[in-house]
């Protein structure tokens, strides 16, 4: 992690948006608390007043952040059929995700049930693909 213009400061990931790379990144320097890194788009962000905004920082990734280990929210929105669920975890079990929990449910007319999931999962290394 490198914040523009501050150093090698401790940083942390905020949990309102949970950036992974290569997500636009900004840094908020907290009271006591070092930078938390926060998404360029993040909602607490862009609702931050004046005084929280003059703590904002430029950040960006580092180069070595590949192959680190991150905390992310999967949205995933398909059409339902048999099977899909297990194909679902044998590609997180393939690029060796961890899912941390998932939730599901179905949307949609009953002719073209939509399956939407949210899995809560680590390892940034397989979220670009
Ligand atoms: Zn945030």
């Not at 926060?38 to 180069?63: G, P, S």
């Not at 393939?94 to 929990?101: D, K």
């Not at 949307?107 to 809560?120: E, H």
């Amino acid at each position: 992690m490198v914040v523009e213009g501050v150093g090698d400061l401790l940083t942390h990931m905020a949990r309102c948006c949970k950036p992974v790379p290569p997500d636009p990144i900004v840094g908020y320097i907290t009271r006591g608390r070092g930078i938390t890194i926060h998404r360029r788009d993040c909602r607490v962000v862009q609702k931050m007043d004046a005084e929280n905004r003059a703590r904002l920082v430029d950040a960006m990734w580092a180069q070595q952040q590949e192959g680190s280990r991150f905390v992310a929210d999967i949205h995933l929105f398909a059409q339902d059929r048999k099977g899909l669920l297990r194909d679902i975890t044998s590609v997180f079990a393939n690029a060796e995700i961890s899912v941390l929990g998932s939730a599901v449910s179905r949307t949609g007319v009953r002719s073209a049930p939509t399956c939407g999931s949210r899995w809560r999962s680590a390892t940034w290394t397989s979220l670009g693909r």
